[in-house]
């Protein structure tokens, strides 16, 4: 009854000649995690750690590699799940805060762009994440990675693109975002081709890095002295 009430109204509003606007809100929905995230949870929980170790935390894009092999260092964990998102990092950081860490590289947000979760909200996550780690790992250096480029020639993740200004927004916020024990890791600009996209060579799907991509990454660090 509510909404054919809605609808009279309406009709008569635009015979009158009103202008008449819709807002359209895109839902976001906050609780989603990946199929296998208790799992790999429960996983990393059963793993020892080290005031030593250094912890790449992040989404498909940090679960891709051996961290410790690639960099040839023990001490590196990878803290990757595919398909997770900022909200779900949020959920598991308490247990990497517990261990103590040397370091923490952050990698998160193309999963909530694709997602549709506002801008606003990824950048309130990040700060979230900042904070709790200050507040319980003092002497945890952070190293916050600006988002990768992605290429949509590929055609297989089709949310993931054509939201290249969400990216170019989300990093630009990042990159204020460095201070006293934050440390900005600037990957998007090494990963970057000619035409703004992800580089072809180093991708399999647009999205996804092969091995090559993984090397260009670990020489970055090692470039930058962010390992030592």
Do not use: C
Not at 11 to 36: C, I
């Amino acid at each position: 009854m509510k909404s054919l009430k809605k609808i009279i109204v309406l009709g008569l509003f635009l015979s009158l000649g009103f202008n008449v606007s819709f807002a359209q809100t895109v839902k976001w929905d906050s609780t989603y995690r990946p199929g296998k995230y208790v799992e790999q949870v429960a996983k990393f929980k059963a793993e020892t750690t080290s005031k030593k170790d250094i912890v790449f935390l992040g989404n498909s894009i940090t679960a891709g590699t051996d961290w410790a092999k690639l960099l040839q260092l023990p001490q590196a964990k990878n803290r990757g799940i595919s398909g997770d998102i900022t909200f779900g990092v949020l959920e598991r950081l308490q247990d990497v805060i517990d261990g103590k860490p040397a370091k923490i590289f952050i990698l998160i947000g193309i999963n909530d762009i694709s997602r549709n979760i506002p801008d606003s909200v990824i950048l309130n996550n990040y700060k979230q994440m900042i904070s709790r780690i200050r507040k319980g790992s003092k002497q945890t250096q952070i190293y916050f990675n600006t988002l990768l480029p992605v290429n949509s020639s590929f055609e297989k993740f089709k949310n993931h693109y054509g939201k290249d200004e969400h990216i170019l927004y989300i990093n630009k916020e990042i990159r204020k975002m460095a201070a006293k024990n934050v440390t900005i890791v600037d990957l998007y600009p090494v990963f970057l081709d000619k035409e703004n996209h992800l580089r072809a060579e180093l991708t399999k799907d647009g999205l996804h890095l092969i091995p090559a991509g993984y090397q260009v990454w670990a020489d970055f660090l090692n470039a930058k002295g962010y390992l030592k």
